[in-house]
């Protein structure tokens, strides 16, 4: 019989084991008993010990979380012509949505994939609304987005860029505003047809508001790259992969709309 060979440890334990001999077959010959045989305690700790999070669960969560927004923003594409109402429902729904996820602190899958799926139409029915009007904008914005993107990624990995304290509350006090900035553009748009001058003006003043928001959307990623090594260096539950992806896709948002609405001002 063939003598099996392994870095498990139960297999390295039945190895060393008995008295006399330096390997163990398995199974073990019924004639020579059982020597060095895996106890029910050495199966368990083995076998129903959950691993950790790992940069492997990361990247198959992000591209899994990213794929289902793309089909949500290729669905909103579709719909925007027809259905402007129902695309911007979708995406005031995602909003609301990704409020409910930060205010609980727990990204769970189902509502994590919901939010993909919502923002997605959301934000493929404003990509079209953008393309219309300024023919070309959206490869621009996806390849701005891309470079800040890899670009942060290369900054933190050289250690030129760390995520502090301080930026995290900096970034967060951002967020907020923007935040309430949109609600507050929202909420004119739809009662009187006009829109909040520094978000959307071509002026001087727009664009520097639309660079400095940007510079923040992208310390974002910053953040996300350190909670990632953070947590897969702690070995956390294989679930904190969803929180993973979920701030990902919230940064790439971010963004990707604060690229639109840039080089929508840089266009007039």
Sequence with gaps: MAIIRSSNPVFTRMRSAPAGRDEVSWPPDPRNGMPGAPTPEDLARVYRQPSGLTIDDVIMHTLGLFGVAGVGGAIGWLLVPGSPGLVAGAGIAGFVLSLVIGFSGRATPPLVIAFAVLAGIGAGGLSRTYESAYSGIIPQALLGTGVIFTAMLLA????????????????????????????????????????????N????????????????????????????????????????????????????????????RLLSKLRR
């Design 201 to 260: 003006d071509a002026t001087p003043l727009g664009i520097l508001f639309s660079l400095v928001v940007l510079v923040f959307a992208s310390l974002q990623f910053i953040l996300d790259f350190d909670y990632i090594e953070r947590a897969v260096a702690a070995r956390a539950p294989r679930v904190e992969a969803w929180r993973a992806a979920y701030g990902l896709l919230i940064g790439f948002l971010w963004v990707y709309l604060e690229m639109l």
């Design 156 to 199: 933190y990995r050289s250690r030129r860029i760390r995520a502090t304290p301080r930026m995290a509350r900096v970034v967060g006090a951002v967020l907020s505003a923007v935040i309430v900035l949109s609600l507050i553009d929202l909420v004119l748009r739809l009662t009187s047809s006009s829109q909040l001058p520094v978000m």
